[in-house]
């Protein structure tokens, strides 16, 4: 199917100028692609231009436009509301909601060029603490959410699971999109900040209901913010299911990121790979077991277990251990790629490096409390480490010196940083005048030209960390207990199809021989399209491999199971 915004790339002109029309509260707008009506800040229908088919819930309600403060409490109807929309020109025009202590606006204008109605909220408030603006849409209950969120979530009304949640960008909401999809047509709404601005997906459930709620937010510190908003998010339909609007927003990346300069330096092997054991311990006898089910060449390890130190203590201290360093020479003999396991962000509070980090680490933004990885959580007993502010020059320049160390001593052209999911609005917002995000992309952007060769790879992913990284981790949404048939039908393949071929997701958990929900691990990394990846340090596992240990391989050796 051909996107009907796909017109301009095409080389179509797009025959019918936009119209806006407004009516008292009414609001109606018209392009070449879509038809949308507002009742104030409400959006009450949309649908594709001269379809029937309508995207919004019928008993669509509520402010529209709202105010989120960092207690997570909302505005609401304000005290003495009045709302009044204004025409600004033939091509543009603004809703206005104005109270005793608020004021928020929608700054609608339709895009003669791609048919995209561009919808800006802004909102001041004379309360302190504010968050971020949302401007909300509530779907068709026959309309189904494709939410590129925690490696992509399909929403249906007829389902509970995925239930209310805020999905942070780029932390959980890995793409700043949302696609609707009915019947033969879908829409989408998109946003193309280049600024590395701080937003987020709201989902929100009720009975039926199924509402987006799109939101602005300013980096920290907030307790004295009031006010929240210049982002635009561009609304359009499309011919064609899912795939249409997203390989318009593919396309996008492709060229806002760059990403064939990107590849440019990557080795040919990165293609290769098709099958992968995550978390495993320096065991050679694990190698052959490996080598007998698949050609070495075409496997990734990550090698979690490898340093002179416990797992996830004493970090920045990466010294590899005798048993890991006759461990990588066999590996490498026998054409194995394996990634070491590091922590893009993480300084252990007793080693002597926290003293010079430690006014950089991370402090939330709701409570301005240090954050860290502490565990367990009840005692903290097993570890403590901060969380240091990735835009700290610093710290940047002393990971990638133990980084490159390590990888030479090891003899390794790739390498696993933990966490580089983990970009949040902090207190401590701005380091270096970079947020996390930037803080992030600054850290792999100068491993990347000081180590052209290495192949890097991260725990989860999204448009931000996936332009240096070739395999990423997954996890599942709410998948830290024993998956349930639920998880299997709420995973999608959305993120995947947007990465393509430059960033593959691997398994991350619940994907071990013997555990009760092994199947359902295995089912959802299948939907959502991440190689086949095996948790192990058993050679028996291999050797005399189960039912469900097989499918794994079938799919790595290419012959998948119908």
């Not at 020059?393 to 160390?405: A, F, P, Q, T």
């Not at 052209?452 to 931000?464: F, K, Q, S, T």
Request: aromatic share 10%.
């Amino acid at each position: 199917m051909i996107p009907l915004l796909h017109a301009v790339i095409l080389g179509i002109v797009l025959s019918a100028s936009p119209s806006v029309d407004v009516q008292d509260t009414r609001l109606t707008i018209k392009t070449a692609t879509v038809e949308v009506v507002f009742d104030g800040p409400v959006l009450t229908s949309l649908r594709p231009a001269g379809s029937t088919v309508e995207f919004i819930h019928p008993n669509a309600s509520g402010p529209g436009v709202d105010l989120m403060y960092l207690d997570s409490s909302t505005v609401g109807t304000d005290k003495q509301q009045t709302i009044a929309v204004r025409k600004l020109s033939d091509f543009a025009a603004r809703v206005e909601i104005s109270g005793a202590d608020t004021e928020r606006t929608l700054t609608i204008v339709p895009d003669p060029d791609t048919g995209d109605i561009r919808i800006t909220p802004d909102g001041v408030s004379n309360r302190r603490g504010l968050r971020a603006v949302r401007w909300t849409l509530a779907a068709h209950p026959q309309a189904t959410a494709i939410l590129p969120c925690v490696n992509g979530l399909e929403v249906r009304s007829d389902r509970p699971h995925p239930p209310t949640r805020r999905f942070p960008w780029p932390f959980e909401w890995n793409a700043q999109l949302a696609i609707l999809q009915q019947a033969d047509a879908s829409v989408m709404v998109h946003c193309e900040d280049r600024a590395y601005q701080f937003k987020a997906l709201h989902l929100i459930r009720s009975g039926d209901r199924v509402d987006l709620g799109f939101e602005s937010e300013p980096p920290g510190p907030l307790w004295d913010n009031r006010t929240a908003g210049g982002i635009e998010w561009r609304l359009n339909a499309y011919r064609g299911d899912w795939k249409t609007p997203a390989t318009r927003y593919r396309k996008w990346m492709e060229h806002a990121y760059d990403l064939a300069a990107k590849r440019q330096h990557r080795p040919a092997w990165v293609k290769d790979i098709k099958f992968v054991q995550c978390w495993a311990a320096p065991v050679p006898e694990m190698l052959d077991a490996l080598a007998a089910v698949h050609p070495p060449h075409e496997t990734l390890i990550h090698l979690s277990d490898w340093r002179t130190d416990k797992y996830d203590v004493n970090y920045p201290e990466y010294t590899p251990s005798d048993q890991t360093l006759a461990y990588m020479a066999k590996a490498r003999e026998m054409g194995f790629h394996v990634m070491p396991h590091f922590n893009y962000y993480c300084v252990w509070y007793q080693h002597p490096f926290y003293q010079k980090v430690r006014d950089f680490q991370l402090r939330t933004v709701d409570q301005n409390r240090p954050d860290g990885w502490h565990w367990p959580p009840e005692t903290h007993n097993y570890t403590r480490m901060a969380y240091n502010h990735p835009g700290f020059g610093v710290w940047r320049n002393k990971l990638i010196e133990v980084v490159s160390e390590a990888c030479s001593k090891t003899g390794t052209d790739v390498a696993f940083l933990d966490q580089t999911l983990c970009t949040w609005n902090t207190d401590n917002g701005l380091v270096q005048g970079m947020n996390t995000i930037e803080g992030m992309h600054k850290l792999q952007e100068q491993l990347a030209a000081i180590h052209p060769g290495l192949v890097l790879a991260g725990e989860g992913l999204n448009e931000i960390s996936f332009q240096w990284q070739c395999f990423a981790q997954a996890h599942i949404f709410e998948g830290w207990g024993k998956l349930e048939q639920k998880h299997v039908d709420a995973q999608h393949s959305i993120c995947q199809f947007l990465w393509g071929d430059h960033t593959r997701l691997i398994g991350y958990y619940h994907v071990s021989p013997g555990n009760e929900d092994f199947d359902k691990g295995i089912a959802t990394y299948e939907r959502m399209g991440a190689l086949p990846t095996i948790v192990t340090n058993n050679p028996k596992d291999l050797r005399e491999p189960s039912e469900l240990t097989r499918r794994i391989l079938d799919r790595a050796a290419g012959r998948d199971r119908e």
